[in-house]
């Protein structure tokens, strides 16, 4: 991985980047993050206290059986790319085993760098875009300034005011969103007759919204958790912050949804027949007996 990692015509970073390589980390959400016992984690540990099933190798002993074993929480979790810059930029490699005084620094940075690099994300996404074509000016300058702070020191790191950045972000998060939305709901199978509207933050906790026309909706920070959502069409929706634990859905189209990450997938139940952006992947227990 190397410093100049901005490029292409657009000044997009490479989706990969932005995703979790856990061979080139150190564990780091496997010791950095506290966690409570849970149905999403059958034991609760301390932040900076490595896992037990964490290896010598920095691997996970029971990576295929997590969700059996009762670490579901775990199935879910996404660093988007932070752990490796973290482990190979941030500390050049150097992992908190063999140098233990540097271990707590690293585990404090780990969840900033976290941070940083969600807002790379959904930076990256809008710039791709082709409703935003009249704010890529900001955009591109936003997408290298964030990059650029993911490259300081560990020290500067700290010292950040991420509150302030990402609401500098969020601005033009929002414009993305309202560019978005309004070319979907402009559709003219997305009349305004038969669509769902919600307000940011909307509480949908077990709602039944099967088969419910949600296209364009503005669904940031919505609680999704355990609703039924088969063969709803969320096509052009902003889903930034939706919480999707165990909604269901199947047969839904997520196609053209923006800020989705594979989190929220992961975190949600499906099929065959969800439809879902080409960034992202089909988990694979919602093949298993589990998501039934």
């Known amino acids: 991985m190397s410093k100049n990692q901005l490029h292409s015509s657009n000044h997009s970073i490479s989706p990969e980047i932005l995703r979790s390589d856990c061979s080139n ?9 506290p966690f409570a016992a849970s149905a999403d984690f059958a034991v609760g540990k301390e932040g900076g206290c490595p896992c037990s099933n964490l290896q010598a190798d ?4 029971i990576h295929k059986d997590l969700r059996k074993m009762g670490f579901k929480g775990c199935t879910v979790y996404e660093c988007f790319g932070a752990g490796q810059k973290v482990s190979q930029i ?14 707590k620094q690293m585990f404090d940075v780990f969840p900033v760098m976290q941070q940083l690099h969600e807002m790379l994300l959904y930076l990256n996404e809008a710039l791709m875009l082709k409703e935003t074509h009249s704010i890529h000016k900001e955009l591109k300058s936003m997408l290298q300034k964030t990059e650029e702070l993911t490259f300081l020191d560990p020290e500067s790191l700290m010292e950040l005011d991420l509150p302030a950045h ?16 309004t070319e979907s709901g402009g559709k003219k199978n997305g009349s305004k007759s038969s669509r769902k509207t919600y307000g940011r933050g909307a509480d949908l906790f ?17 609680c999704l958790i355990a609703a039924n959502l088969k063969d709803a069409d969320l096509r ?16 839904a189209n997520l196609i053209g949804t923006i800020f989705l990450t594979q989190a929220q ?28």
Not at 206 to 222: D, E, F, H
């Open 236 to 251: 052009g929706s902003d889903l930034i912050g939706a919480d999707f634990r165990d909604a269901d859905i199947s047969g």
């Open 25 to 33: 980390c150190f564990g780091l959400c496997c010791v950095a993050l």
């Open 90 to 103: 941030t500390f050049e490699g150097n992992d908190w085993r063999e140098n233990p005084q540097s271990a």
């Open 58 to 61: 920095f691997r996970c002993g």
């Open 206 to 222: 077990g709602a039944n919204l099967r088969k419910v026309n949600l296209q364009g909706a503005n669904l940031r920070g919505a």
């Open 166 to 181: 990402r609401a500098e972000v969020n601005v033009l998060l929002l414009k993305t969103s309202e560019l978005v939305r």
């Open 265 to 292: 997938i992961n975190a949600a139940k499906g099929d065959v027949n969800t439809k879902l952006p080409q960034t992202l992947t089909r988990p694979a227990h919602w093949l298993t007996k589990e998501n039934k």
